[in-house]
Structure formats: structure tokens, C-alpha cells
């Protein structure tokens, strides 16, 4: 026995022995690494995937790759990894400005879909979907503003309990009466059970703050008003929503797309440019918000214009585009209270257009309920399926002239 420990003494202290554990040192770190990298590729649909894991497969994700896997939301394709990562939360929706003095806007080129309509005075506002198209990097929005009923709505279409992300809201906050009971928009979340503490509604007149939101006085190149200040980080809500529970499924196990309703999709079918411009008015008395879009033929996409000047990204410096436009008329009832409000009905039907492919399709919209998802109809009544990437619906007043 004793010449047994001798002899292993000796050897741990040969070069030999260095040799053979540095070896083994190295085998065990390699299949460390494997081990975490494999278990990153094979999470299942819905299972959570910590902040670490997904800034690691950020780090893997190569554009060149296959695109294979479908966006639930607009039908865009990306990879693989990305798919992993959007799959392991839920869709965030965020209200964003479009007042003149605080263009151009953070971030809403890297929405799956966008909502403009009129917030008030014929200013219209943003409600920005995000989900697929911000898996490959982090994302900050700006200026976040405050909340509308009829956007509520729509950002209820996005499975049960989205992230609502803005900055207070139209109220009763005095108690005397100066906002309508059917525009107020922070009653409604209440009552929709969004609005509790560590809810999916993030406010920051609420439980919302730093690191999700913050002040930014100099995102442009010149000073604003504080309201126009807002900025918000995508990454940072998905893990506050996390932390409360509200992941790819909630605290109960329930997934997020239980019951949503995805649109159909299809591939690009550029034809002839038969409405190669699309132009309307919101309000015909505010033309800094006049709107037209500009088919281009080489990409199949339309690009963004407010009043003759292109609209861009200022994180991205590209100009705002959409494969496919929507024209949806609704009812405008207002003002209808002293602070201004506008109701647009967002519930029930009414005519629509829709541009793709350098196309017009005529048709209508139907939306049976608050939470259900709002349909685009053909004359023929058959569903309208949507080109592949970035939707923009325009809830433009019933009756306004569009010109194409």
C-alpha cells in the first residue's frame, strides 16, 4: 500500500500528470459549454429562457441562416434562435407619440404592427406591437405617451394580458367630470383586470420605472417639452414581466396565445404598381399629420411620409416602412369632453382598404367584442391574407377621402 502512494505521489508531481489534467480540465469546460448551448436550442415552445440565456443566443444569431420559422404576428420569417427567444415571452404593446415637435420617433421600425390614430386635436398617436422583430437585439421606444381606450382595444387582440406599456391615460383623475366615462382609458385597464400592482399594465404614474422607463432629454438634437421625454426598454419590460410572473405563460400555467387569433399570411406577389401612393388626412386642418405612403416596387414595401418629409427610425436612421397598409374607416364621435377627447368605435364593422403588393383589395372590417381579433374581409367575404412583415393600420375618420 505504501508503495502504491508513493508511486501516485510521484506522479502528480510529473509533467505527465500537469498534461493529463489540463487535458481533463479542458474536456470538462468544452462539454460545459456544449451542454449550456444545447440546452439553450432545445427549450420547448413556451418554456421561460432567463435574460443571460437569451443575451447568449443573441450572441449566436446568425441573419445568413435559414429563415424558417413564422412570426404569430404579422407572418414575417426569421431563425430558428430568434423563434426561441420571442416564443419564451409575450407580445408588448407600447403607446408612442407622433407630435411634430418630437419626431422622428425610437424604435418603431422594429414593430410587428402599428396602430395610428388621432389622440386628440387631430394628433395622432402609436400603438406599437412588438414581438418577433425585437428578438435579435435590444430595442428602446420613444416618446412613450399616455393611453387611449380605443388603443386598448386593439392591444387586447394580443393574446390574454399583453404588455401595455405608457405613461398615464385619459381620466377622471379631479373627480369632477372633466373626461368622459366612456374614454377612460385607466378604469377600462382596471377593469379588464390589467391594471393591479405587478399587473401587465406598465405605467409610470403606477408601479412602472427605471430601468423600463426614464426621462431623456437629449434624444434629439434639440430641447422639447417633458412629454415628448419618455423612452422605454423592451428588454428591460420583458424581464420586469417575468419577474411578475408574465412570461410566455402566466403564474397559473396559462399561455399567453391560448386564444389568440393569428391573421393569414402569404409571400410577397409584387405585381403592377396599381397604387403606387396612398395619401390621406386625418384632420384636413392638421397637416403636419397628413399622411402618404410611397410604393416601392424593388423591395414590395411602402415608406412613410408625414407632411412631404420621410418619416424614420432615429435609432436605425431608416425610413419607416410597411409591406402592407390598412385603411380601416370607423365612426369619430367628439370632442366629447372638456379636455378633448375622441371615441373611435373599434368595436363592430365598417369599410376597409388594403394595400399590398403594390394592390388595392376594398373590403370591410368586423370586430365582435373588445378582446377579439379585428378581421379584414374581401367583397367576397373570404379573409384577407396579409404579405409577410410589418403591418400598419391606419383607424382613419369614416367618410375621409383616401387617394391612391
Known amino acids: 500500500m505504501n508503495n502504491l502512494l508513493q508511486k501516485a505521489k510521484a506522479f502528480i508531481a510529473s509533467k505527465n500528470a500537469t498534461i493529463a489534467l489540463s487535458f481533463l480540465g479542458l474536456y470538462l469546460l468544452s462539454t460545459g459549454i456544449s451542454l449550456a448551448i444545447f440546452s439553450f436550442l432545445k427549450k420547448g415552445p413556451g418554456e421561460e429562457i ?3 440565456d437569451i443575451k447568449r443566443g443573441r450572441s449566436r444569431i446568425n441573419l445568413d441562416l435559414p429563415r424558417t420559422e413564422e412570426c404569430p404576428i404579422n407572418g414575417g420569417k426569421f431563425t430558428k434562435i430568434e423563434r426561441d427567444i420571442w416564443e419564451a415571452r409575450r407580445p408588448a404593446t407600447v403607446m408612442i407619440e407622433n407630435h411634430a415637435d418630437s419626431r422622428p420617433p425610437s424604435g418603431l421600425s422594429k414593430a410587428d404592427v402599428v396602430y395610428e390614430i388621432v389622440a386628440e386635436g387631430g394628433i395622432t398617436r402609436f400603438l406599437g406591437v412588438f ?16 393611453a387611449r381606450i380605443y388603443f386598448i382595444d386593439y392591444a387586447a387582440e394580443y393574446g390574454d394580458k399583453p404588455i401595455f406599456m405608457h405613461v398615464g391615460g385619459a381620466n377622471d383623475y379631479s373627480g369632477s367630470g372633466d373626461t368622459a366615462r366612456d374614454v377612460r382609458a385607466l378604469e377600462t385597464l382596471e377593469a379588464m383586470g390589467w391594471r393591479f400592482a405587478r399587473g401587465n399594465d406598465f405605467d409610470t404614474t403606477y408601479d412602472s420605472g427605471f430601468p423600463v422607463f426614464w426621462r431623456n432629454y437629449e434624444r434629439l438634437d434639440h430641447p422639447v417639452a417633458t412629454e415628448h421625454t419618455m423612452m422605454a426598454s423592451l428588454d428591460a419590460a420583458y424581464e420586469e414581466a417575468e419577474k411578475r410572473g408574465l412570461g410566455a405563460k402566466d403564474k397559473k400555467g396559462k399561455a399567453w396565445d391560448e386564444n389568440f387569433v393569428s391573421w393569414k399570411f402569404m409571400d410577397d406577389k409584387p405585381g403592377s404598381a396599381a397604387a403606387s401612393s396612398i395619401s390621406f388626412d386625418f384632420w384636413s386642418n392638421k397637416p403636419d399629420y397628413s399622411v402618404e405612403w410611397r410604393y416601392d416596387s424593388i423591395n414590395n414595401r411602402y415608406l412613410r411620409f408625414n407632411a412631404g418629409r420621410e ?50 383589395i376594398t373590403g370591410t372590417w368586423e370586430k365582435d367584442a373588445r378582446t377579439d381579433r379585428t378581421k379584414f374581409l374581401d367583397t367576397s367575404g373570404r379573409e384577407i ?5 410589418i ?10 377621402i383616401v387617394s391612391y
Open 50 to 52: 432567463a435574460s443571460s
Open 391 to 400: 403591418i400598419w393600420i391606419e383607424v382613419v375618420p369614416a367618410g375621409n
Open 385 to 389: 391574407s396579409f404579405v409577410r412583415g
Open 311 to 360: 418619416l424614420t427610425d432615429l435609432e436605425t436612421k431608416e425610413q419607416l416602412s410597411a409591406k402592407n397598409v390598412v385603411i380601416l374607416f370607423a365612426k369619430e364621435r367628439g370632442p366629447v369632453d372638456r379636455n378633448g377627447h375622441m371615441f373611435y368605435t373599434t368595436v363592430g364593422s365598417g369599410k376597409a382598404l388594403v394595400f399590398q403588393n403594390g394592390q388595392v
Open 131 to 146: 414581438y418577433c422583430n425585437t428578438a435579435a437585439e435590444e430595442v428602446k421606444v420613444a416618446p412613450v405617451r399616455s
